[in-house]
């Protein structure tokens, strides 16, 4: 998208991406906009990096950001179990077995 314009242009340009339903560029944005979200709500300045994290702030980070769409009293969902079960999702979007089996399907 950089190169969309020529230096020095001063008329605005559109870049529009055009992405079929069910392809592999549609799996890319999604998991983008995934890490996009996961990124703002888990790292701010005070804590640039997860090296200085541990598990439960990390999950009181994710909680924390929930908090204006599920009150406290409705969950019932065992914190520990919800981690275990983001690293279960993220390990079987990143299965290269998976991945190349999606690919040839299509």
């Known amino acids: 998208m950089d190169r ?3 230096i020095g242009q001063l008329r605005t340009v559109n870049v ?3 992405i079929t339903e069910n392809s592999v560029e549609e799996q890319i944005m999604n998991l983008q906009a995934f890490k996009l979200y996961l990124a703002t709500t888990v790292l701010t300045p005070e804590n640039k990096s997860l090296c200085e994290m541990d598990t439960q ?6 909680m924390a950001h929930n908090d ?5 009293e409705t969950r019932t969902v ?3 179990a919800l981690l275990d079960d983001l ?3 993220y390990e079987a979007e990143y ?3 998976t991945f190349l089996s999606r690919l ?3």
């Open 16 to 18: 529009y991406r055009l």
């Open 4 to 6: 969309a314009h020529r």
């Open 68 to 72: 204006d769409r599920v009150s406290r």
């Open 78 to 80: 065992d914190q520990f």
């Open 57 to 62: 702030h990390l999950f009181d980070r994710l």
């Open 104 to 106: 040839k399907s299509n």
């Open 87 to 89: 690293e279960a999702c």
């Open 95 to 97: 299965n290269l077995d």
